[in-house]
């Protein structure tokens, strides 16, 4: 049973190119949340999606950041015209089920980390 | 929002000792408490949780407790090991409406040889 997968784990770009973040879950879970990490800091939620619905993207920058989780393929988050400070390392993390009190444990990816240059 | 405040944010102790990192929150509402490892340049991964029915959990050297009245949760690692070194969050929600994990800032846990 593979767990959660990322891809790419590392990707370079220019200032003002997009970046484009994939994740596909575990098998069986159909909640997807993005967390982005700075250097020696911990986790700030993003945006937290289930298949082909946003449920909630309080923690996602309203300005050049988007994500989305269609019925097929995996989850994508995507940001515009990147700059120096969205270097980060960017963690999927997917669970069971998320309106269940019982199966509510986050499994996260191995993460994508971002360079803008 | 939920809020989650961590401490100390590095611990160094002798290998064979014990580690303790101590976690509160704000919002009276959460009751599901995973702790995570990170390795550099790992993922987090779970190690223990705890849900807000029970005061104590324990997996071998690990155990996690809660105090919900002061709204306070610690992780205990017993009888370290050099391979226990890594950073240690704690996290916090509501399950129940599947909101987001708030994470503290991390434990730099150091164990000497």
């Known amino acids: 049973n593979a767990g959660v997968m990322q891809n790419p784990r590392h990707l370079v770009r220019r200032r003002g190119q997009e970046a484009r973040l994939r994740c596909s879950p575990m098998k069986g879970h159909s909640h997807v949340y993005w967390y982005r990490q700075l250097p020696e800091e911990g986790l700030k939620f993003m945006v937290y999606l289930q298949k082909e619905n946003i449920i909630d993207e309080s923690g996602m920058p309203k300005e050049r950041f988007s994500a989305e989780f269609p019925k097929e393929g995996p989850s994508i988050l995507r940001i515009q015209q990147v700059v120096r400070g969205d270097s980060a390392a960017y963690f999927c993390a997917s669970s069971p089920q998320g309106t269940v009190t019982e199966r509510s444990e986050q499994y996260f990816g191995p993460g994508t980390r971002l360079t803008v240059t | 929002g939920e809020n989650v405040e961590q401490h100390p944010s590095t611990l160094s102790v002798q290998e064979g000792d014990s580690a303790v990192i101590k976690c509160t929150y704000s919002?009276?509402?959460?009751?599901?408490f995973p702790w995570y490892k990170q390795e550099l340049g790992k993922r987090p991964q779970l190690i223990i949780d705890i849900r807000s029915n029970v005061g104590e959990k324990k997996d071998q050297r690990i155990a996690v407790t809660l105090n919900k009245t002061a709204k306070h949760f610690s992780l205990h690692i017993t009888e370290t090991q050099p391979e226990d070194s890594a950073v240690y969050f704690c996290a916090a929600t509501y399950s129940g409406s599947a909101r987001q994990l708030t994470f503290g800032s991390g434990t730099q846990l150091t164990v000497l040889p």
């Open positions: 919002d009276s509402a959460s009751n599901y």
